[in-house]
C-alpha cells in the first residue's frame, strides 16, 4: 500500500473565497467573500431581485384578473398583447428608453439616474410578461362561479381578491415570482446600462 503523497494537495487554497488581503497572493485582493465590492453587488442583487418579485408578480395578478374577467375584445387583446412588448426589446434598448424617460426630472419627480429605484422600475416592467402570463395561467384556473357567487353577495374587487383570487393563486404567484426573481438575477444587460 503507497503511502499518500502530502505534495499531492498542497498547492490547494481557499484564499479565492476566504482569504484576506495579501500583497503577496492573488495580487493583494481579498476572497469573494472578503471582498466589500462583491458583497455590496451580491446584496444590490438579491435587494432588486426580492424587490421587483413582488411588484412585478402583483401587477401581473392584477393583468391576469383584468383580462380574464369580463371580455372587451380589443381592450383585452390590447393588453394582452403589451404586455410582451418588453420581450421584443433587448436588454440596452430597454435600459436606454429607461434612462431618456426617467433620466431628467419630471414635474415633481427627480432625476432616477444612478438610483435603485430606476433599476426596480426597469427590471418590473421587463419582468412583466413573464407575471402576465403566470398570473393568467394562475387565474384561467380559478372557476369563475366562486368570483360570480361573492359578487352577488356584495363583495368588493378588493374582497373577492383578498378572500378568494390569493388564497386559490398562492401557488401559481409563488412560482411566478421565483420565475421573476430568477429573470432579475440574470437579467446583465439592464443592470449593466442602469
Known sequence: MRPARPELFSNWTLHYW?????????RGLPGVLRNPQLMTGLWTTLSLGV???PAAVAIGLLTAVTLTGP???VLTETVNQLAFLPM??????????????????IGPLPALYGTPW?????????????????????VAQIGGEIDEA???????LSRRLAAITLP???????????????????????????
Not at 18 to 26: C, E, L, R, V
Not at 118 to 138: D, H, K, N, Y
Not at 169 to 186: D, H, M
Open 18 to 26: 476566504i482569504g484576506t488581503a495579501d500583497p503577496a497572493f492573488a
Open 51 to 53: 424587490g421587483v418579485s
Open 71 to 73: 371580455r372587451i375584445a
Open 88 to 105: 421584443l426589446l433587448p436588454g440596452i434598448a430597454f435600459g436606454a428608453a429607461y434612462i431618456a424617460l426617467y433620466g431628467a426630472p
Open 118 to 138: 430606476l433599476l426596480g422600475l426597469a427590471l418590473t416592467a421587463s419582468s412583466l410578461p413573464f407575471a402576465v402570463q403566470t398570473g393568467r395561467a394562475t
Open 150 to 156: 361573492a359578487r352577488m353577495t356584495g363583495a368588493s
Open 168 to 194: 386559490l393563486a398562492s401557488k401559481g404567484v409563488i412560482a411566478g415570482a421565483l420565475l421573476v426573481f430568477v429573470n432579475v438575477i440574470g437579467d446583465l444587460a439592464i443592470v449593466v446600462l442602469l
